[in-house]
């Protein structure tokens, strides 16, 4: 099973950037990664995806433009770039691992097996 954590939430102005991280530990296979976010009173909505390989990412419509999604797999890292922040983006921020060898991108949540704990995001007006 692997481990995830994210870093890099914080409070910022409307406006701003933040980058959020997330490592990977434990027992590490190939695997596509997501992030998804869950706002007060909401449940937890897709944000984006890549695959292993990195050629393949996909945005939900409210990040489009703004976002953007890597990863390192040498560091075991995977990112997520947010400029232009909105209060509307104010949530904690997941990431999420697919299943091993499960290369491919999903925007489902239930196709994810491993989550970390989450980061807080607060864009302020």
């Known amino acids: 099973q692997v481990q995830l954590v994210e870093s890099g939430g914080g409070l910022v102005q409307a406006g701003g950037s933040l980058r959020l991280s997330c490592t990977a530990s434990?027992?590490?296979?190939?695997?596509?990664m997501g992030w998804f976010r869950q706002g007060p009173g909401k449940e937890r909505e897709f944000v984006a995806t890549?695959?292993?390989?990195?050629?393949?990412?996909y945005y939900d419509d409210s990040v489009k433009g703004r976002f953007t999604i890597s990863r390192d797999n040498a560091k075991n890292t995977g990112y997520l770039q947010m400029v232009s922040l909105k209060p509307e983006d104010t949530a904690v921020y997941y990431c999420?691992?697919?299943?091993?060898?499960?290369?491919?991108?999903?925007?489902?949540?239930?196709?994810?097996?491993?989550w970390g704990q989450g980061t807080q995001v607060t864009v302020s007006s």
């Open positions: 999420a691992a697919r299943s091993p060898g499960t290369i491919e991108i999903s925007r489902n949540k239930f196709e994810y097996d491993a």
């Open positions: 434990g027992r590490t296979f190939t695997y596509a």
């Open positions: 890549i695959s292993w390989g990195g050629g393949y990412t």
